[in-house]
């Protein structure tokens, strides 16, 4: 257990989820290689081919979108934050997104950009600036490698005709019947750190810096949800409406915390005050920092969905909403085993 984890456990927060699925008793290594991890993103709207912002639709491999539009910034020599995406891509993966570049004058000639992992595919105009939740949704294509039957590394769980087929359509049954909408591990940093910034701040005073603020708010912000979910899936109500749920696409819904009062009632009130008791002073900060109260679906239904063995393999595809994370639909698949060899990227 790294110190992170360990002032984790000191505050009373775990990043360890309840799932809605019994295990299936497989494990596979995940993210061996950038291309075992693909994201392709979509904007789900035509781009204008006019107006101000140039847009860039690239491929990287290996890099981080922030990084990206920096080095972006400097070969054109931009101003900061004259780039706009509307999400930051996976770094140890191979992605398509959107970049939009501020560019009046028409002036940003594309010749300029030779950043390494970096590929321009194409690029048009648009009439405004990509923000964060532009965009409609993300297709992944992800590769476990070397599956094995827990507790037994000698089995090769594609052995056998019969336990392929029978993988296939348990994972294909629960990907498309639904999974718990948790926000990723990714959201609250590298072994929690984000959420010991949050704790910090909301409950001992010390505010982060500026430009982590926006960052600690929404991994909070997220943490708070994933307390509220975790419940609902530990009572086994969390995807069917209960006494005084909101809907959303008649789907129930938990709080994004801000300022105004709950809108759930009745049951789902009690749920998800009885939820974040023990977090009142995140809560009360939140309310402090200008965030509205909002609602998030408390079920995540992949689209599209794919799932393949190839030889000791398992492939998966599918397609999520703008703002769902493609880890919470593994950890319902299957338990991760990290890659030895450590990708160098910036």
């Excluded at 982590?212 to 975790?230: C, E, H, K």
């Amino acid at each position: 257990m790294t110190l992170a984890e360990n002032s984790l456990v000191s505050c009373d927060l775990s990043l360890d989820f309840p799932l809605a699925y019994p295990s299936l008793h497989v494990s596979g290594v995940f993210r061996s290689c950038p291309e075992d991890f693909i994201v392709y993103e979509n904007l789900g709207f035509t781009p204008t081919g006019d107006g101000e912002h140039c847009l860039l639709h690239i491929e990287k491999v290996g890099q981080n979108t922030h990084w990206v539009a920096q080095q972006i910034e400097i070969a054109l020599g931009l101003d900061r934050k004259s780039v706009g995406y509307c999400g930051r891509k996976d770094r140890h993966a191979v992605t398509r997104q959107w970049l939009s570049i501020y560019d009046p004058k028409r002036k940003v000639d594309i010749d300029q950009i030779a950043i390494e992992g970096v590929t321009v595919l194409t690029n048009t105009r648009h009439s405004q600036k990509l923000r964060p939740g532009d965009h409609e949704s993300n297709r992944f294509t992800i590769r476990l490698r070397d599956l094995r039957l827990d507790g037994n590394d000698d089995i090769d769980i594609a052995e056998g005709k019969e336990q392929q087929i029978s993988l296939v359509n348990e994972i294909k049954e629960r990907l498309e019947k639904g999974i718990p909408n948790y926000f990723g591990p990714q959201r609250f940093g590298r072994d929690g750190n984000n959420l010991l910034a949050a704790n910090a701040w909301l409950t001992e005073g010390k505010s982060p810096s500026r430009q982590q603020r926006s960052m600690v708010m929404s991994a909070a912000r997220s943490y708070l949800f994933n307390t509220i979910l975790a419940a609902r899936v530990s009572q086994n109500n969390w995807s069917l409406p209960i006494e005084g749920d909101v809907l959303i696409n008649g789907v129930p819904t938990a709080a994004l915390w801000g300022r105004g009062r709950l809108s759930s009632q009745d049951n789902a009130l009690d749920v998800e005050t009885a939820a974040l008791e023990s977090l009142s002073s995140w809560c009360n900060g939140l309310e402090h920092c200008g965030l509205k109260q909002e609602r998030r679906p408390t079920v995540l239904f992949p689209k599209d969905v794919s799932v393949m063995l190839e030889s000791n393999n398992l492939v998966l595809s599918f397609e999520l909403v703008s703002g769902a994370f493609a880890t919470s639909v593994l950890a319902e698949v299957a338990t991760l085993r990290e890659h030895t060899t450590t990708l160098e990227v910036h």
